[in-house]
């Protein structure tokens, strides 16, 4: 047995006990004629004490000579502590060792392992198996463990069935590049890794199965963000009969579930934003609703005077900045500076100062009178004290770019509270998006998407018109889940492939399988996706997904710690008939 007690588990009540611990020696304190210890496991730290009065020589110095992440092994008496620690659990007491067997020596880290370290993030993760040992990245996989078993639990009550899917499968158009692995029994061909398991759950749903779920793997080759990976997981769900009513009210059960279990929130029952809605007030399609700041649009009391920046304008909008009139004239020329930066794109920016005397202060005084700067702040819902910010140009760009600044205003304002979860539905999207580029329509969310009911007539007359049968849950500012009603029906699917452009030969290519199970009695069904990454670390209070995944990818989708990828023998390269191409171009 190496131990009785884990390292954070004894107490007061086990003074004078015989206990044995393992762990991970964190630091040692040396006085001479006193050693401490401080032992680590996963579950807390316990203080060691090698006394010279109550410890052998020999004892003693073989604790003096413990380095920083030794594995070890104690056994001795749990005595009370003379200078007691507040600050840890176990910090009444400490414990004498008899005993000390050194399990395995440790070099001395890259960086400390501690809570707060001075290894950088690229350090970190190179050794992210160090990484792990400290409290911030272990405490987040420990509460992504529980966040993943409330989940399983909910669902399963619900009556949800646990099935898993293929990782190897066929490469299909679902939005992004696919990772693909050749096969070496089948000359030439390959496998794709999934984007989603979407195809096999609506399978599932032909199948009788009724309710599904899985905590799933998906990948997408796409370039990284810092709030994305190429591997990621998600709650993968559908049900079988149901509407879109049914799909909402079933998994805001769940979400609610989780705030109340996970966070202690609780929280009434989800307002819900048409697409429209949430474009033309927040300028995205997941609003943050923690705080105001909802967008004003200004083309009737801005285009009619000599301002030319306004009067060619598709669009004028602004938002009213609590507080902002206090703004010195270098924080708002810093902030001009901020929405013409490459990221953001604006132009410019047209401010308002509306002061507490009730008067108006703008950068375009010249060309607006204090009556029309008090119609501004009527559009916006600025009051006295509040800045106007105010962007032009063409709608969805403007839109885009005044979003962002919405969003980089709040979180310099301290409105994007950690601790505060503002929950909603986004509904009727877009069924098609038209790529400029190539003239066609692609789906907005995938192409088994159903339309709203009664819409698909407009297929013919007004694509670009048709409203989806689909949903997104947003939880503060993020995209946590999205789903839809899908299409059920060979003829239906057929008609929705034509318009995506796909051929009678190119879609049975893809998906004759798919089109084949629906002639044996498809049931109508339909089902979301949430991030599990992104939604654990939302309810951990951060927004980027890095630190509650185990072994992460850096920024260039590599693996730094294992080196991946990685160039593949000859030989195996041979047994799977592939030549490398050693052209950079």
Not at 448 to 454: E, H, Q, R, V, Y
Not at 481 to 489: A, E, F, K, N, V
Not at 540 to 562: H, L, W, Y
Request: aromatic fraction near 10%; charge should be negative.
């Amino acid at each position: 047995m190496y131990r009785s007690h884990n390292c954070g588990e004894l107490r007061e009540s086990h003074i004078d006990k015989e206990v044995t611990l393992a762990g991970w020696v964190q630091k040692t304190r040396d006085k001479g004629f006193v050693v401490w210890v401080d032992l680590r496991d996963r579950f807390g730290i316990t203080q060691l004490i090698f006394d010279e009065e109550r410890t052998s020589q020999e004892l003693l110095e073989q604790g003096r000579n413990l380095g920083r992440e030794f594995v070890v092994q104690v056994k001795g008496t749990v005595i009370e502590r003379a200078s007691k620690n507040a600050n840890i659990p176990t910090g009444n007491i400490e414990v004498l060792v008899k005993e000390l067997t050194i399990l395995n020596t440790s070099k001395t880290p890259p960086f400390t392992i501690e809570d707060k370290t001075d290894g950088g993030e690229d350090l970190r993760m190179k050794y992210r198996y160090l990484d792990i040992r400290r409290n911030p990245v272990k405490e987040n996989l420990i509460f992504r463990s529980k966040v993943s078993m409330e989940v399983r639990n909910y669902l399963s009550k619900e009556g949800f069935i646990e099935v898993e899917t293929p990782y190897l499968i066929k490469s299909t158009p679902e939005g992004a590049r696919d990772f693909v692995v050749p096969s070496r029994m089948n000359q030439g061909q390959f496998y794709a890794l999934p984007q989603s398991p979407q195809t096999f759950k609506q399978l599932l749903m032909v199948g009788g199965m009724d309710k599904y779920f899985q905590i799933v793997k998906c990948f997408r080759d796409e370039d990284l963000r810092a709030d994305r990976q190429p591997e990621f997981t998600q709650i993968d769900c559908e049900m079988a009969f149901v509407e879109q009513e049914d799909i909402l009210d079933a998994f805001e059960g769940l979400t609610r579930h989780l705030l109340k279990e996970i966070k202690g929130v609780e929280t009434s029952k989800f307002p819900r934003m048409t697409f429209d809605e949430a474009m033309a007030k927040y300028g995205n399609d997941k609003p943050d609703i923690r705080f105001g700041m909802e967008f004003g649009e200004m083309n009737t009391v801005a285009q009619h005077k000599d301002f030319n920046v306004f009067n060619t304008a598709e669009l004028v909008v602004g938002i009213a900045v609590p507080g902002g009139a206090s703004y010195t004239r270098k924080e708002i020329d810093a902030l001009v500076d901020w929405v013409r930066r490459p990221q953001v794109g604006a132009k410019g920016m047209v401010y308002v100062k509306c002061n507490e005397d009730g008067s108006f202060k703008s950068s375009v005084d010249k060309f607006y009178d204090q009556e029309d700067l008090a119609k501004w702040a009527e559009a916006t819902g600025a009051k006295a004290g509040d800045l106007i910010c105010v962007l032009s140009g063409d709608a969805n760009p403007t839109r885009t770019q005044l979003s962002a600044l919405r969003m980089e205003l709040a979180e310099r304002l301290g409105l994007r509270k950690n601790d505060e979860f503002a929950p909603l539905w986004v509904i009727d999207f877009p069924l098609l998006e038209l790529d400029e580029e190539t003239g066609r329509y692609h789906a907005m969310h995938h192409p088994f998407t159903s339309p709203k009911p009664g819409q698909m007539e407009l297929l013919e007359t007004d694509p670009g018109g048709v409203k989806a049968n689909a949903y997104d849950l947003v939880l503060n500012g993020n995209e946590i889940g999205g789903g839809s009603i899908r299409i059920h029906d060979k003829e239906i699917q057929s008609t929705m492939f034509k318009h995506l452009g796909f051929t009678p030969e190119e879609a049975k290519a893809q998906f004759g399988f798919l089109m084949d199970a629906f002639q044996y009695g498809a049931p109508p069904h339909g089902g979301i996706a949430f991030g599990l990454d992104r939604l654990v670390a939302i309810l951990g209070g951060q927004e980027t997904i890095r630190d509650f995944i185990a072994f992460p990818k850096n920024n260039s989708g590599r693996d730094v710690m294992i080196d991946a990828p990685a160039v593949i023998d000859q030989s195996q390269l041979d047994e799977l008939n592939l030549l490398i191409n050693d052209r950079k171009n």
